[in-house]
């Protein structure tokens, strides 16, 4: 497993060009790169955390959280791989926890309990997500920020306000992550249509809530040819209602923390690939975007050495998803409204 | 990330041969179907090991079992784009179920230790989950691999060899004390007191998986480092020795390594995979059945296949310094085999 890692490298240096990539390949070439994890401690931090010390494009790994990151910080830096791991608890810690940090990922909050939908969480996440993005801005405001923090709809706007407020705001920089998103639809579509999963592509675009999430299976690919418009309407509302399953299944226990690690690490190496130049790397994530009216949406985005470096249209959508398009605009717009309400007001 | 994953699949492959089942299309499924069960798969290493586990195309079932929280655990695992289909198993009657059909079964059950206790101050908890669950796959999975995580490693591997002798399955090739986490400290460590990149160290680590029975041997130590003083690997021994009470001190009551452990766990499971399909040349650490000392188990090198362990390799040769700690280590590990044995004996 560890040779998969040293591979990674290899070929992000041979697609960053042909010079780049006759340097040695080992780990030690790929740039320096700094991530930080706010909320290393909780359900999503902890396995997230392993994964992220286990990308040889992390130089430094910096664990944050109020409590509990020096254990997970010295579990953590045991493993042979190249990452130094720091851990940094309570907020005093903060500033220094983020310097530096080419990347910040934010898992802090709560999850959701049977019955609450990711909008419950609202009142307690908001506060939080406020908090943390004052610190970006003022301690690594050129960071590639990636909030995972629900309600994604609302807290995406909110860092959006706090960092326009301090001045240092970067529409290309900021990504609400929807990785999740793809990944259940690309498990349940090839579960459906019987193909190797691993082959499997899906966008999903809109938000990463309900009726907000929209898978567009009509662009999967390899494409099907036995789903029948029934297939597709269950696969829908099951990719939409994906966190919502786990969530019952955990039955109060928590909500997605080792599908959210994995979706996270992935999201974040694309970036820490994009920062060093590899080509042609495009991943969906919810953004800034002038793709529809609304001011933030999930489409493909390509990445690169500022972050976004295209946002890309939806392509070609069958009937049925354009009816889902137009039904989950109002929620979608709703929810981006009520985050910058909050950031204004607070 | 996924990309690493086919590669996996993919080198595992090549690595196996040259004939025709190298040159066939190396997706994830010429790979063989291999089920792995994961008992205690809902507790602090069971959790981020179910994930490592399912990110590895070489697992085509996983089988998550635990007494309960095992139902959330696979459907949140379940949901990853990766090949091994996932279940989840809850509760003593569903371990037959959860077992059958297991190539390797890795077990991570049992507590885990507050500061100022030594694993063997778990043993009375842990040594009666572990013969429990060896009485199981004894009935259900007799021929799988079977991985011990569950401390004190040096006690329960010998519980184990006992229920399955008592149950007539017992293959000394087939059962493995884990180890690779004591590996995985002593590279790290090396790495950082040499100032090399971590991912170039090979240290080989023998002996046992507790305190002073564990040993690395730095003297065999590749890239050879010629500024590390005595000075210097008497303190990477013993930070070795002392490496997972490090993190249960600075975990302060909320447990022990569990990160770092499922990564190890995950490295040692792969190589099992790896051994089973074919692929030649896998070597790692393990605690296991040997001849090489007097000692009936004892953790050294050895070379995984199809049946298991195909070779027990020998210690090599060893710096004063080690021998010193290979001598001293033998009473503390013989007396901690025994106990164990006696246990199963006794009930």
């Given at each position: 497993?560890?040779s998969f890692?040293?591979?990674?490298?290899?070929?992000?240096?041979?697609r960053g060009g042909?010079?780049?990539?006759?340097?040695?390949?080992?780990?030690?070439?790929?740039?320096e790169?700094?991530?930080?994890?706010?909320?290393?401690?909780?359900?999503?931090?902890?396995?997230l955390?392993?994964?992220?010390?286990?990308?040889?494009l992390?130089s430094?790994?910096?664990?944050?959280?109020?409590?509990?990151?020096?254990?997970?910080?010295?579990d953590?830096?045991?493993?042979?791989?190249?990452?130094?791991?720091?851990?940094?608890?309570?907020?005093?810690?903060?500033?220094?926890?983020?310097?530096?940090?080419d990347?910040?990922?934010?898992?802090?909050?709560v999850?959701?309990?049977?019955?609450?939908?990711?909008?419950?969480?609202?009142?307690?996440?908001?506060?939080?997500?406020?908090?943390?993005?004052?610190?970006i801005?003022?301690?690594?405001?050129?960071?590639?920020?990636?909030?995972?923090?629900?309600?994604?709809?609302?807290?995406?706007?909110?860092?959006?306000?706090?960092?326009?407020?301090?001045g240092?705001?970067?529409?290309?920089?900021l990504?609400?992550?929807?990785?999740?998103?793809?990944?259940r639809?690309?498990?349940?579509?090839?579960g459906?249509?019987?193909v190797?999963?691993?082959?499997?592509?899906v966008?999903?675009v809109?938000?990463?809530?309900?009726?907000?999430?929209?898978?567009?299976?009509?662009?999967?690919t390899?494409?099907s040819?036995?789903?029948?418009?029934?297939?597709?309407k269950?696969?829908?509302?099951?990719?939409?209602?994906?966190?919502?399953?786990?969530?019952?299944?955990?039955?109060?226990?928590?909500?997605?923390?080792?599908?959210?690690?994995?979706?996270?690490?992935?999201?974040?190496d694309?970036?820490?690939?994009?920062?060093?130049?590899?080509?042609?790397?495009?991943?969906?994530?919810?953004?800034?975007?002038s793709?529809?009216?609304?001011?933030?949406?999930?489409?493909?985005?390509k990445?690169?050495?500022?972050?976004?470096?295209?946002?890309?249209g939806l392509g070609?959508?069958?009937?049925?998803?354009k009816?889902?398009l137009?039904?989950?605009?109002?929620?979608?717009?709703?929810?981006?409204?009520?985050?910058?309400?909050?950031?204004q007001?607070n």
């Amino acid at each position: 497993m560890r040779s998969f890692l040293v591979r990674s490298v290899e070929s992000a240096l041979r697609r960053g060009g042909a010079s780049y990539g006759r340097r040695l390949f080992s780990s030690d070439a790929a740039p320096e790169r700094k991530v930080a994890i706010l909320g290393a401690a909780g359900g999503i931090g902890q396995p997230l955390a392993l994964l992220m010390k286990l990308n040889p494009l992390v130089s430094s790994l910096s664990l944050y959280d109020i409590a509990g990151t020096p254990g997970v910080a010295a579990d953590v830096s045991h493993i042979n791989t190249r990452a130094q791991v720091a851990g940094y608890a309570c907020e005093d810690q903060l500033g220094t926890a983020l310097e530096g940090s080419d990347v910040v990922i934010i898992p802090a909050g709560v999850p959701r309990k049977p019955g609450m939908t990711r909008d419950d969480l609202f009142k307690i996440n908001a506060g939080i997500v406020k908090s943390l993005c004052t610190a970006i801005a003022k301690y690594c405001p050129n960071a590639v920020v990636n909030m995972i923090s629900n309600p994604v709809n609302s807290t995406v706007p909110i860092a959006s306000e706090v960092f326009k407020k301090a001045g240092t705001y970067d529409e290309k920089k900021l990504f609400g992550v929807t990785t999740l998103d793809v990944v259940r639809a690309k498990t349940f579509y090839a579960g459906k249509a019987k193909v190797p999963v691993a082959d499997v592509n899906v966008p999903v675009v809109g938000g990463h809530a309900g009726i907000t999430i929209l898978p567009l299976f009509s662009q999967a690919t390899p494409v099907s040819n036995d789903l029948s418009h029934e297939d597709i309407k269950a696969l829908t509302k099951r990719t939409q209602d994906g966190g919502t399953e786990v969530v019952e299944a955990k039955a109060g226990k928590g909500s997605a923390t080792l599908s959210m690690a994995y979706a996270g690490a992935i999201f974040a190496d694309a970036c820490l690939k994009g920062l060093n130049g590899a080509p042609d790397i495009v991943e969906c994530s919810f953004v800034q975007s002038s793709v529809t009216e609304l001011p933030f949406f999930a489409s493909k985005v390509k990445l690169g050495k500022n972050g976004v470096e295209e946002v890309f249209g939806l392509g070609s959508l069958s009937d049925y998803e354009k009816e889902g398009l137009e039904n989950l605009k109002p929620e979608l717009k709703a929810s981006i409204e009520k985050g910058i309400k909050f950031a204004q007001e607070n």
